[in-house]
T-cell receptor, first 113, second 114 residues
Framework: GQQLNQSPQSMFIQEGEDVSMNCTSSSIFNTWLWYKQDPGEGPVLLIALYKAGELTSNGRLTAQFGITRKDSFLNISASIPSDVGIYFCAGRPDQGGSEKLVFGKGTKLTVNP | KAGVTQTPRYLIKTRGQQVTLSCSPISGHRSVSWYQQTPGQGLQFLFEYFSETQRNKGNFPGRFSGRQFSNSRSEMNVSTLELGDSALYLC?????????????FGQGTRLTVV
């Protein structure tokens, strides 16, 4: 089945630092979604991307749909302690049908005050 | 607008038993997907329903089944529970099942099999 490679697997940063994480695929995707999950809770949608090259911001978060349609990145600027959590990328492969969402393994973010 | 509601939040079952989990999607959403999340495997797709029809199915044994009702609410059932079925089960709702749709998750049901 489809696989998404998400990196890095984990990050330890100081409060105030910027963060960058990305997802890559071996095939073309037509949708990229970024989620954040807190322990014991369901993932919360942060940003949705639908077009190659699209750059979208949500507060301190910025995500881009790669021009090749095989990758996406998420940046967090000026991190704060509540940014702690696991960030997942997800996408729908462009195979002409009702393809299910595929998820990356997640990036665990730790922010030291 | 209410979010995705999953019940129950927590469940403890014994090996060999069966369990039914419920998911009520966001009002107006007609697509419901189910995922199993474990620390080692991440989010694994179980199945997706739209208008009471299963549209996609993941690679899980037949012990895992689901259905969707005419009001878009969905249930998933796991029969003959095994210890390895302990996981957080998440459902996500979308307006539609095709591309260019966002998926919103519920808080999940934490299933523990003992």
């Amino acid at each position: 089945g489809q696989q998404l490679n998400q990196s890095p697997q984990s990050m330890f940063i100081q409060e105030g630092e910027d963060v960058s994480m990305n997802c890559t695929s071996s095939s073309i995707f037509n949708t990229w979604l970024w989620y954040k999950q807190d322990p014991g809770e369901g993932p919360v949608l942060l940003i949705a991307l639908y077009k190659a090259g699209e750059l979208t911001s949500n507060g301190r978060l910025t995500a881009q749909f790669g021009i090749t349609r095989k990758d996406s990145f998420l940046n967090i600027s000026a991190s704060i302690p509540s940014d702690v959590g696991i960030y997942f990328c997800a996408g729908r492969p462009d195979q002409g049908g009702s393809e299910k969402l595929v998820f990356g393994k997640g990036t665990k973010l730790t922010v030291n005050p | 607008k209410a979010g995705v509601t999953q019940t129950p939040r927590y469940l403890i079952k014994t090996r060999g038993q069966q369990v039914t989990l419920s998911c009520s999607p966001i009002s107006g959403h007609r697509s419901v997907s189910w995922y199993q999340q474990t620390p080692g495997q991440g989010l694994q797709f179980l199945f997706e329903y739209f208008s009471e029809t299963q549209r996609n199915k993941g690679n899980f044994p037949g012990r895992f089944s689901g259905r969707q009702f005419s009001n878009s609410r969905s249930e998933m059932n796991v029969s003959t529970l095994e210890l390895g079925d302990s996981a957080l089960y998440l459902c996500a709702s979308s307006f539609f099942y095709m591309p260019d749709t966002e998926a919103f998750f519920g808080q999940g049901t934490r299933l523990t099999v003992v």
